[in-house]
């Protein structure tokens, strides 16, 4: 079945500092990837929609020069947390579908980042 | 505006049968995916629902009414690793998905 791989699944950094997440499908093509933060006890919440070599489409209440997504390849799609807060420690979560109808998002493992 | 409904904790014995229901309404429907995610990982599919009726795959099962705006997941022989949140989602006709806050699922021995 697809596979979509998140690198790190870890990560503590010291507030102001930036966090890059990598997202990749493994052995699948995938157009649009999604990124997802979940906070304790709370379901996944749609930060913003990645398509290849496009802008991404942030959702409301996402500050888009904050979290900066970049989908370079059809594999690959990154999202760096920049100048980052206690309140930005979280869960994030990647995932991706292949084109057809009926696929299921995939999600990467996540990563919890705690902000210090 | 829309918006999916499902319980928010459930309690059931191991070895028993829970049905965790989800209610929906939607610009428009484009599949319902059902996923199971433990405390601490990413969400694992379950199950998709684009016709009306019953999805059966091993131990689990997903049931569809498009017209109701309604579906369950049925799990049988409940095991103790099963204890879990149940995240019920329905893709719009944007193919955009919307979440439901999830069901935590607590088994009991």
């Known amino acids: 079945g697809a596979v979509v791989s998140q690198h790190p699944s870890r990560v503590i950094c010291k507030s102001g500092t930036s966090v890059k997440i990598e997202c990749r499908s493994l052995d699948f093509q995938a157009t649009t990837m999604f990124w997802y933060r979940q906070f304790p006890k709370q379901s996944l919440m749609l930060m913003a929609t990645?398509?290849?070599?496009?802008?991404?489409?942030?959702e409301q209440g996402v500050e888009k020069d904050k979290f900066l997504i970049n989908h370079a390849s059809l594999t690959l799609s990154t999202l760096t947390v920049t100048s980052a807060h206690p309140e930005d420690s979280s869960f994030y979560i990647c995932s991706a579908s292949s084109p057809e109808g009926s696929s299921p998002l995939h999600f990467g493992n996540g990563t919890r980042l705690t902000v210090t | 505006g829309q918006n999916i409904d499902q319980p928010t904790e459930m309690t059931a014995t191991e070895g028993a049968i829970v049905q965790i229901n989800c209610t929906y309404q939607t610009s428009g429907f484009n599949g319902l995916f059902w996923y199971q995610q433990h405390a601490g990982e990413a969400p694992t599919f379950l199950s998709y629902?684009?016709l009306d009726g019953l999805e059966e795959k091993g131990r689990f099962s997903s049931f569809l009414s498009r017209s109701k705006g309604y579906s369950y997941l049925l799990l049988k022989e409940l095991q103790m690793k099963d204890s879990a949140s149940y995240l019920c989602a329905v893709r719009d006709s944007n193919y955009q998905l919307i979440w439901g806050a999830g069901t935590k699922l607590i088994i009991k021995p």
């Open positions: 629902n684009v």
């Open positions: 990645s398509n290849e070599g496009s802008k991404a489409t942030y």
